[in-house]
């Protein structure tokens, strides 16, 4: 399936719909574990009415659109990654949900049904685009005029320990620079003025950001956590030589035995929950 792509993703395409994706896919009951704090926040901020016809953005393997579609008329997910939306469509059917729908597609540029929608969602699935003006703009125009829409962005890097510390540690000593403001990655709408300009922007009015704090869970105990991250963080031990990788995994494994309690392994993380409706 040839997907249209706004330019300004290409690289986001060749991210998710290749090796990240089907990372996320291998692990999907990992990653839904791992924020399901959020999960909830998501769908009882989100308040979806059983007539409701929802879109979720960046939906990822789909556990945010079929608890959507469990409440709503209708879910629609879509994701650039053509293995997770396939393992969206392999669940869905399992939990024999039928009034669910899933779509590879780019959001900045997809043309959805003008104002086909009553709400729009998204679990850390909007802080990737390459140009989110247009992004946004593209979304607000699926939204019905009254329609809501309720997303999960990450605060800045420094409250999100989960984050921050495996950054650090697989850096091996060297510099650590911060998150550029702008730019496709997880902390690109963690300032609330940024937020606000670009949904107001779109098109959409009473924008308001809630901060809520969950633990975010990597696993159930010390070698479990440890298997995961230095999977997930693969690409950057493979640049290192055999004595520093093997310091940096022991270094890893001795600061998540320090996160280690009765629930498993867990690390602080702070969201926003942001609001807004179309004008």
Not at 52 to 77: I, M, N, P, Q
Not at 110 to 129: K, N, Q, T, Y
Not at 223 to 250: G, M, N, P
Request: contains cysteine; proline residues 5%.
């Amino acid at each position: 399936m040839t997907v249209r792509v706004d330019p300004t993703n290409s690289d986001q395409l060749t991210a998710w719909d290749g090796d990240q994706g089907a990372f996320w896919a291998d692990h999907a009951d990992r990653f839904d574990e791992g924020a399901a704090g959020y999960h909830q926040r998501l769908l009882d901020a989100a308040g979806v009415d059983p007539s409701d016809r929802v879109l979720d953005v960046g939906c990822g393997t789909g556990k945010s659109t079929r608890d959507a579609a469990r409440r709503a008329a209708h879910a629609l997910g879509v994701d650039l990654s053509s293995r997770m939306i396939e393992e969206a469509r392999r669940r869905a059917e399992r939990d024999g949900i039928t009034n669910v729908s899933f779509e590879q597609a780019d959001a900045q540029v997809h043309p959805f049904p003008e104002a086909a929608f009553d709400l729009v969602i998204s679990r850390h699935g909007v802080m990737f685009f390459g140009d989110p003006d247009k992004a946004f703009a593209n979304i607000a125009t699926a939204l019905r005029p009254g329609g809501r829409m309720v997303l999960l962005t990450w605060q800045p890097l420094a409250r999100n320990e989960f984050a921050s510390t495996f950054r650090a540690l697989f850096a091996a000593g060297k510099p650590v620079p911060e998150p550029p403001p702008t730019g496709a990655h997880p902390f690109s709408l963690s300032d609330p003025d940024r937020v606000r300009a670009l949904l107001t922007g779109a098109g959409m009015t009473d924008v308001e950001l809630e901060a809520v704090s969950e633990p975010v869970w990597l696993g159930h105990d010390v070698e479990d956590a440890l298997a995961f991250i230095t999977a997930r963080q693969a690409s950057q031990l493979a640049e290192l030589d055999e004595e520093a990788k093997a310091r940096v995994v022991e270094a890893a494994r001795v600061d998540i035995a320090r996160h280690v309690g009765e629930h498993g392994v867990r690390y602080q993380s702070a969201a926003w929950v942001v609001h807004a409706t179309k004008a």
